[in-house]
């Protein structure tokens, strides 16, 4: 008996130190991931371009005459000033694969994020946030997680800089962002069932709370990641007025539903090689393929979601307008080939040729940062015996953006802490 109790009390003491200590590292995690104090910057103005070499004079090696009608232009400098606003749940990762390479392949400085992997967000971007920042630096990329902050971005790159951008279908993302981030979301604790996204449509305004924390997640949260505010009424003048600033900084908005297509515009916006654009779908979630909307629901989210859908239907129109200009027919060609490089790459790189679930990623190299709660993200098993000219290649395509990062020398530490209080209880 007095064993027995004495156990009890044991096991009673080390879950209250566990939960102290658990609870004191949440406060810490916390402070460390509040926006910092910004000591006010001197101004200095940018350079014009961050190249290494001067535009004008330099073009594609020796392109003949039978590799010229790919809708090449047959010269053209490689764009490397290039800010890349990365929008959430939007097949972003994929795309930082492709510039974390192309930016390693042409020796390109980029402005990362110190001691995580984004900047602070969702505060909106201050440049003393960029690792190792001074003002005067000469940066290439940037392209890490930030609520945009377009005079606070044009202060730290070079004027010639390229703005791009990625959205979604809007319905289709805020599913995703309910599912990725709901635990993250208080005011999603209260909404009772097993299908809490059903439920919270039926009624959003009854369940949302703009002041909530984190809400931001589930409304509109492309508009937000622009830097906009993201519960205006659809008919309020700022919509436009934001829709329009959009259109005015970004030279590039690609689509994720049409992906491909994007990348090739991005090629000939930037004067990119296909190459460049090689890529294996990052990050994505188990059966995400296939919508997990019925149409009811797809127009209850479109219309919770307003702001986003004319913002969307609003870049799908400038897209097909840039698809058209470009050349219908180069366009379907010139993506049936980055296809067909994609499918060799995967039979090169890719035990069994597809993404895994993660308890089948052998490498923790290779296991992708999944949501609390679960581990639906995918991710792949390099091939062994890769051939020695594309193991560096391959592995480079596979790999998840944090050990990416870690590889360009950002130092994840707050991230990779939290990752391990994750892991120890379990969540
Ligand atoms: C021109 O391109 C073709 C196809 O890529 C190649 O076979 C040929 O050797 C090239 N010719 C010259 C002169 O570079
Ligand atoms: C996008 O534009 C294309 C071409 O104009 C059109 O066929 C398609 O329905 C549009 N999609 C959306 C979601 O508006």
């Not at 409304?219 to 934001?242: A, I, W």
């Not at 200009?325 to 379907?332: L, T």
Request: charged residues 25%; glycine residues 4%; positive net charge.
């Amino acid at each position: 008996m007095i064993v027995k109790q004495g156990r009890q009390w044991r096991s009673m003491c080390k879950g209250l130190v566990l939960g102290t200590l658990l609870t004191s590292c949440m406060i810490l995690l916390y402070c460390l991931s509040a926006p910092q104090v910004h000591l006010s910057l001197p101004e200095v103005p940018v350079p014009y371009s961050c190249a290494h070499r001067p535009a004008q004079f330099h073009s594609i090696p020796a392109i003949n005459n039978s590799q010229k009608t790919r809708g090449q232009k047959s010269v053209c400098t490689p764009k490397v000033d290039v800010m890349f606003m990365k929008t959430h749940k939007t097949a972003s990762s994929t795309l930082i694969n492709i510039l974390f390479r192309f930016g390693e392949k042409h020796r390109l400085k980029f402005a990362f994020p110190d001691s995580r992997n984004d900047f602070f967000y969702p505060s909106p971007f201050q440049r003393s946030q960029v690792k190792d920042y001074k003002p005067g630096m000469c940066f290439n990329i940037i392209c890490n997680h930030m609520r945009f902050n377009p005079p606070e971005v044009a202060k730290l790159l070079p004027m010639d800089t390229s703005y791009i951008t990625i959205l979604r279908d809007p319905a289709e993302l805020f599913e995703s962002s309910f599912h990725y981030f709901g635990r993250v979301v208080p005011l999603t604790w209260k909404i009772p069932g097993e299908d809490k996204l059903t439920e919270f449509l039926r009624d959003p305004h009854y369940y949302f709370d703009p002041e909530g924390f984190n809400s931001f997640y589930l409304k509109n949260l492309l508009f937000f990641d622009f830097g906009q505010d993201n519960t205006l009424e659809l008919d309020d003048p700022r919509v436009e007025e934001g829709i329009r600033s959009i259109t005015d900084r970004f030279q590039l908005v690609m689509l994720v539903e049409y992906f491909e297509e994007s990348l090739i515009l991005l090629k000939d916006a930037l004067c990119w090689e296909m190459d460049d654009l090689l890529f294996f779908k990052l990050n994505a979630r188990k059966g995400s393929t296939v919508s997990k909307l019925t149409p009811e629901l797809r127009a209850k989210a479109l219309e919770w979601n307003a702001i986003d859908w004319k913002l969307y239907q609003h870049f799908n129109n400038t897209f097909w307008k840039k698809v058209d200009a470009y050349g219908r027919k180069q366009m379907e060609e010139d993506v049936a080939e980055l296809k067909r490089r994609n499918a060799e790459m995967a039979a090169i790189c890719i035990e069994g040729g597809h993404a895994v679930e993660a308890g089948n990623i052998q490498e923790t190299a290779m296991q992708p940062w999944q949501p609390i709660g679960e581990k639906s993200i995918m991710g792949y098993n390099l091939k062994k015996n890769v051939d020695k000219a594309h193991r560096k290649l391959c592995r480079k395509m596979l790999m998840p953006e944090l050990q990416y990062l870690t590889e360009l020398g950002v130092n994840l530490w707050i991230t990779r802490l939290w990752g391990h209080i994750r892991d120890i209880i379990n969540w």
